[in-house]
């Protein structure tokens, strides 16, 4: 009885949403334009078992786009993805388009999961804007120049760590990267085992593991997420779950602990406390606050341990960025901020390993509000409740002769 109940739960869905999908593909698209182009699809899995790495799909992305072009269509597990494949492509949709294509995806893991405050998972609309012009009052340019003491320091610690125990430079470039509690919160780290940290690096990974396309069923076929818990192939909700509860301490967690300095009076001055004083909404503080440091820490990090490999692949050019530091600080003292307009080299370097070992080879992926015809293929209006088109740009493609 148990296993029949299970196999209904598990075929209705199916049923159901194709049934809905014949329906709703002859009303949106009543010319019949065709989609993108892409590879062929099995039925069900789509194009999953064509992805050499789910880890690292834009590679196999780079590969399809030789014989399908810049603008490719593919599905994983019925999650319908639109790869823009070319510099050309990302502008036009992205950029001059991008009153209809700067919305985001609602993906079921990440609201299960208690991720959907990120400010990079909001919907476009109202509420997106006011989070965004919050962000801006708290980290524009002028506002960042507040931190600089907080970013200087860091940085010092962690050459002077380098210095002291070489080997284990990721853990320095970890270490230095949380000074994003500091700025973020005023909140002065653990060397070890740091309780803040820890649960934002246990949320983190939990996001990652679960959000990429084919990383869960949820996602693709998002009626899944009412699946009792008892059922077979229901794991994922547990695992939401658990990480909802570090979401929640994530964004509750500092915030109280600003608060409390604040009504003792000793708050060193922060994103949290400044957005307090200028009583912002409590919501907005804490999405905007815990954005901040959950960005920053994994893309700050990944920037910097690519920065220190390049020194390694590339000698001659550490030698000429030495040569410049050596020439503009006399070999006499560290570099500062000040120092900043005259290191040209250093500059173009560190920008160069930007482009070179890319972050976020994806991007974070967009949605568009309303469905749109490009050179005469149908892009379909994304909807969140439904399995619709999710668009990424390959940057990794678009920047090329990176390390992959
Ligand atoms: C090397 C460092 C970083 C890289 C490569 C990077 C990359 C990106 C990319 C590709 C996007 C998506 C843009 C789009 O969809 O159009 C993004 C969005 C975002 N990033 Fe970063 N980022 C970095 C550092 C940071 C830092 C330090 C912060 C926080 C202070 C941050 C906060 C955000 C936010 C909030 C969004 C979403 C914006 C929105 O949807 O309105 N990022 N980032």
Known sequence: MLYFRAAIAIIAPFILLTLKSLIRKRRENPAGLPLPPGPPRLPIVGNLFGVKDLGRQWLTYADWSKKYGDLLYVEIFGQKLLVLNSEKVAEELLDKRSQNYSDRPQVPMVTLMGWEFNVGFLQYGPSWRKHRKAMHQALNLQAMLNYRHI?????????????????????????????HLTLVYGYKMEPRNDLFASIADRASDMLANSFFPGAALVNAFPVFQYLPEWCPGAGFKKYAQ??????????????????KQMAEGIAPHSVVSEMLEHNEEEVVIKSVAGTTYAAAVETSSSALSAFMMAMIIFPSVQEKAQAEIDRITGGSRLPDFSDRDDMVYMEATYREVLRWSQVTPLGVPHFTTNSDIYNGYFIPKGEPSRVTTTIYANIKLILPFGQT
């Not at 970013?151 to 320095?172: F, G, K, T, W």
């Open 242 to 259: 658990q990480c909802r509860k570090l979401t929640r301490k994530l964004r509750d967690l500092p915030y109280e602990y600003v608060q």
């Open 151 to 179: 970013q200087l320091n860091s940085v010092r610690q962690l050459v002077r760590n380098i210095l002291q125990v070489p080997d284990e430079m990721e853990a320095h470039i970890r270490t230095q990267v949380l000074c």
